[in-house]
């Protein structure tokens, strides 16, 4: 039986440039590099610290126009704020500030290729 999610998918356009972006300013590590693919595209699946779900930066022929988009996934930290502001001391930008609701507090920030990613407390 399914026992999780192994991975979600960020699509990107410069496979290098995201691979920077979230080791160096979001602080995951690499699982997996690999070739993958035409055109010298690679496999790439990176670890969250803490978490059991990774990430891949691979964008599939044909779905180029996915990238620069809000990608459905919600990241989440314990201090929302604090990740904010240490994200945005590393050059990381962001939509908005942090914003409060009832259910918690949340904040999206963009990648190195566009990407809108949703970032919420617990």
Not at 66 to 80: H, Q
Request: no cysteine; aromatic share 10%.
């Amino acid at each position: 039986m399914i026992k999780g999610i192994k991975f979600v998918n960020i699509p990107v356009r410069d496979q290098a440039r995201a691979l920077e972006f979230y080791t160096r300013k979001l602080g995951f590590t690499i699982a997996t590099d690999q070739e993958h693919g035409p055109a010298g595209q690679r496999w790439i699946e990176l670890r969250i610290p803490g978490a059991e779900t990774m990430v891949s930066l691979f964008t599939p022929p044909g779905h180029e126009d996915r990238v620069g988009t809000f990608v459905p996934l919600s990241l989440w930290a314990d201090d929302v704020d604090g990740t904010y502001e240490t994200l945005k001391a590393r050059g990381v930008e962001f939509l908005a500030p942090p914003k409060k609701e009832p259910w918690g507090t949340s904040v999206i920030l963009k990648d190195s290729e566009g990407n809108q990613l949703h970032v919420g407390s617990r």
